[in-house]
């Protein structure tokens, strides 16, 4: 999930090296291989990368936020259901749907 955040504030370089390995399963010679470089250079790359998205987060703290705005907007789906149970309003369902949106970004 980090990369997903802060993938982006890596190199080109980093970036192929991780998805690689993160989404592609591959093996170190597998992509040492199809980054010309060597296995422990891969290595390397891959848990420095680690490093410094887990630095990220402990700075910048978007992921931790994320959750917390999720676990929020489930709670206020709960209130909204039940005022929905009890009132059967229109405009809650519109309110409802704004946020069954928000929920799935």
Known sequence: ?????YGGLLTKKQQECLRMHLYQD????????????????????????EAILENYEQKLKAMERDKLIKVSLQDIMDDVESLKADFQIKKISGTEEKIKKLLEY
């Open 26 to 49: 591959l093996s170190l010679s597998e992509i040492a291989s199809l980054m010309n470089v060597s296995r422990q250079a891969a290595y390397d790359t891959i848990h420095r990368c």
């Open 1 to 5: 999930m980090l990369f997903d955040f």
